[in-house]
């Protein structure tokens, strides 16, 4: 099995920044790719970007298109979710998810098979 845990949220006004991180420990493989959802209360899951093991394909959600950046450090087994420009619909609960063994990225919870247990992201207005 694969864990993965995030960190980095918080509280935060709206304009700024924050950085989630996602450690995957346990039994990994080459060619997993990680996502990042969010969920907040009374709402269904929504993806936000997911990124291929290379780094070289991503894909995010219309509404966090150049606001937010996806990146990931092979070596330490650790995808990276910049948040810029924070508004207060930025608000959930985000979580780190992975499938192993794939390249094609989906914005489908269902695609993913192994989930962190969220951190939660608070944007003030």
């Known amino acids: 099995q694969v864990q993965l845990s995030e960190s980095g949220g918080g509280l935060v006004q709206a304009g700024g920044s924050l950085r989630l991180s996602c450690a995957a420990s346990?039994?990994?493989?080459?060619?997993?790719?990680m996502a990042w959802f969010r969920q907040a209360p009374g709402k269904e899951r929504e993806f936000v970007v997911g990124i291929s093991w290379s780094g070289g394909n991503t894909l995010y959600a219309d509404s966090v298109k150049g606001r937010f950046t996806i990146s990931r450090d092979n070596a330490k087994n650790t995808v990276y979710l910049q948040m810029n420009s924070l508004k207060p619909e930025d608000t959930a609960v985000y979580y780190c998810?992975?499938?192993?063994?794939?390249?094609?990225?989906?914005?489908?919870?269902?695609?993913?098979?192994?989930w962190g247990q969220g951190t939660q992201v608070t944007v003030s207005s």
């Open positions: 998810a992975a499938r192993l063994a794939a390249t094609m990225l989906s914005k489908l919870s269902e695609w993913y098979n192994y």
């Open positions: 346990g039994r990994t493989f080459n060619s997993y790719i």
